[in-house]
Structures are given as C-alpha cells and as structure tokens.
C-alpha cells in the first residue's frame, strides 16, 4: 500500500510569509508525528497527534508554529512569518497506533525541504 | 531530557564492516533505534532492540548495548556501496507522546 506522503517536496519562501504544509499519513494509522531536520542536527520532535488531537504539542519552538489535523488522516503544518532559522525539512510519521514504537511503528514520509531566503 | 550523540562520519571500504556508534543519557531508555535515510528518501527502520537485550542480530546488522556505559552500536557486515546512507540512532525514554529522540546522523561512506 501507498507510504507515508507529503507535499511539497520543496519550498522555497522569503521571509515573512507563511508557509503550509501536508502530510496524509498511511491510512489506518492513528497517530501521526511532526519531526524537523536542521542541517547538521539531529531530528527534532516537533509535536504528536492520536486522531484529530494534539497531546503534545511541547516541541513546537514557537508560536509561530502551529498544526492541525482532520478527520484523523491528513495534517498540516503551518508556519507563520517565516524566518531563515526556519530553513529545514519536516518530516512526518505515521504509525498503526499509540505506543512503545517497538510495537507501533513510525513510518516516515520523505520530506518537504523549506528554505527561507 | 534525553541526549543521543553519534559521531558525524564514517567511510570504510566495499566487503569490510561497519560500526557506527551512539551514545545515550538517560539510563530508563527502554527502546533503541537505527534509521536508516538515504538521499531524498524518508527515514527507514532497520532494526531496533530493547533494553533487555544486550545484543541483537538481523542478517547482516548485530546491535550490540551496553546500558551500563549507556552505549549502543550497529554493525554492518560485508558492507556494500548500497549501504551508503545516513544512519541515526534513535531512543524512546518513556515520554507519554512516544516520540523518539534522535541522534545528528552518522554518514557512512563506502569506498567501492
């Protein structure tokens, strides 16, 4: 069956604008992760949806950044006001259900790279 | 909260192993992760191994831990130029959320 997907692939933006963007997660999957790469850093934990509700929103660095989720498939990550820190690829992850990821999985999309100029 | 460390580089040659090696703090980590993330592409789940385990092996990858010194390890046998990637190793602490924490990525060369 069709992986993790996420659009775009790419975007650039200048500073100041917003930016939205998807995730559609593998179908089925309950919970759904928001992840960011920053160049030469590790990923960082962003936040966490189990259905439409986010429990943990802890990793969001600012509110700038915020994301929702509907009718428990599809997710969009918005940043607002875009800055040059911001410069990363996000990535999400879906797994089956809420869990020690040992037994749930994460299957991750392949990225949408933002760059802020 | 939780800190993973791996070192940033590796280059070994075609047929020899690999090991690349992570470092962890928190001692209550009860799962342990190796992703694997190729140009352009998501991240992949090799293999991963819970904190009971001192070792595990899955065809050509042997995890190795050591909870005492808080270290984990991959090896790659007979490492091939397909093999060539980012690897990070990536650690569940308990948190209620499930995420992971994750290393910077070691990237391994393979040399043909």
């Known amino acids: 069956g069709a992986g993790v997907s996420q659009s775009p692939s790419n975007k650039v933006t200048e500073k100041g604008k917003d930016v939205e963007l998807r995730c559609d997660p593998i179908?089925?999957?309950?919970?759904l992760y928001w992840y960011r790469q920053s160049l030469g850093q590790g990923l960082e934990f962003l936040i966490y949806?189990?259905?439409?509700?986010?429990?943990?929103k802890s990793g969001l660095p600012s509110d700038r950044f915020s994301a929702e989720r509907t009718g428990g498939s599809v997710s969009t990550l918005t940043i607002q006001r875009t800055q040059q820190e911001d410069s990363a690829v996000y990535l999400c992850a879906s797994s089956f259900g809420q869990g020690y990821p040992g037994v749930y999985e994460q299957y991750f999309g392949p990225g949408t790279r933002l760059t802020v100029t | 909260g939780e800190d993973v460390e791996q070192s940033l580089f590796l280059s070994v040659r075609e047929g020899d192993s690999s090991v690349i090696n992570c470092t962890y703090t928190d001692s209550s980590s009860t799962y342990l992760y190796w992703y694997k993330q190729e140009p352009g592409a998501g991240l992949q789940l090799l293999t991963y191994i819970f904190s009971n385990m001192d070792m595990k092996q899955d065809q050509r990858l042997t995890v190795l831990l050591n909870k005492k010194d808080k270290h984990l390890s991959l090896r790659i046998a007979d490492t091939q130029t397909g093999d060539s990637a980012i690897y990070f190793c990536?650690?569940?602490?308990?948190?209620?959320?499930?995420?992971?924490?994750f290393g910077k990525g070691t990237k391994l060369s393979v040399i043909p």
């Open positions: 179908s089925g999957h309950t919970a």
């Open positions: 949806f189990q259905g439409n509700s986010a429990p943990d």
């Open positions: 990536a650690v569940y602490s308990g948190a209620g959320s499930y995420q992971l924490t």
